[in-house]
């Protein structure tokens, strides 16, 4: 008997589904079946381009007819590192990032006959259409397989491109957290460290000049070190400006479990920040380690409290 997979793919609007399904010959696949999940949508193409409410769509794509299971996953695995390297090159596609960078196989492989859900039509924009699908594997197919780090970085693009971005356990998305922790970053004033620390500062960079095994760019470089050096850092800062406003009403209620309940708000801002720096340095992608409930509570609770903090300290003085 058979083998299929199946890929469930979350894009925009701007597609063309003017069919209930589509099918795709492509060179090393099995025929590749596309078509839009998003049968609740009994809409024209260009009813649905203009409506506010929706933001993006599911494609499922299917193959069948694989003489193993072995065969059908490489395939499966080969479709989606292909996608995601299209997603890395700036087509919004998210094949499955959560899943991935947790070390799960977003696709689902069976025996026997495929069952087909009934295909819809959605979409309405006018630069992709379904055999833009084919054009990527086509572009991308002999890639090698993504290495994580890969995977993060087309995960970061994917999720800028994307509307409402990748799916995580963030109730506003990834990209809101991180700008409303840059935002708590733009509000904190900058703040100098003492005046001992300044002093050695600034003696060490007066002795630069005079050291005849550097050149000019090395000197440079080291002054600006040397400067900044002076003031504190972002999170330092960040943790001051939050202790000063000590007295700003209490921040919104923990879900039972998560590690951040009954913190005080620097402590608090210490947990999202470390969140915001992985991300943002490469060290882990979107829900990458979110493997518990308590896991999932600490990334959400690290969202809300974001946009608690950025609400409380943009409130004018009473």
Known sequence: ?????????????????????????????????????????????????RRTDVARINLQISSEGYETIVSATNAAERLCNILVLASGHGTPLDPGFTQLLR??????????????????????????????????IERYGEYPECTVEQIR?????????????????????????????????????????????????????????SKEYLNADDKLELKRALGNAKKESISAKCKAFILEHENTPNLGDAPQGSEQYGLPADQRFRLMYDMRSMYTHGAKGPEEGVESLENHDTARQCGLDAEDMVKLYLRPPE
Request: glycine fraction near 10%.
């Open 103 to 136: 070390g799960g196989t977003p696709w689902t492989i069976g025996q026997g006959d495929f069952r087909r859900p009934s295909g819809g039509y959605s979409g309405g924009g006018i630069t992709r259409n379904i055999t833009s699908i084919g054009d990527l």
């Open 1 to 49: 008997m058979a083998y299929w997979f199946s890929l469930v793919v979350d894009t925009d609007k701007n597609w063309v589904c003017d069919n209930p399904t589509s099918t795709l010959n492509i060179d090393g696949f099995r025929p590749l079946m596309v078509r839009s999940l998003d049968t609740r949508y009994d809409l024209s193409q260009q009813e649905l381009w």
């Open 153 to 209: 970085a087309c995960a970061n693009v994917c999720n800028a491109t994307l509307p409402t971005g990748i799916r995580t356990s963030l109730d506003y998305g990834y990209s809101l957290f991180m700008a409303r922790v840059s935002a708590l970053e733009a509000l904190a004033p900058d703040i100098n460290k003492n005046e001992r620390i300044r002093t050695f500062l600034d003696e060490a960079i007066c002795t630069l000049d």
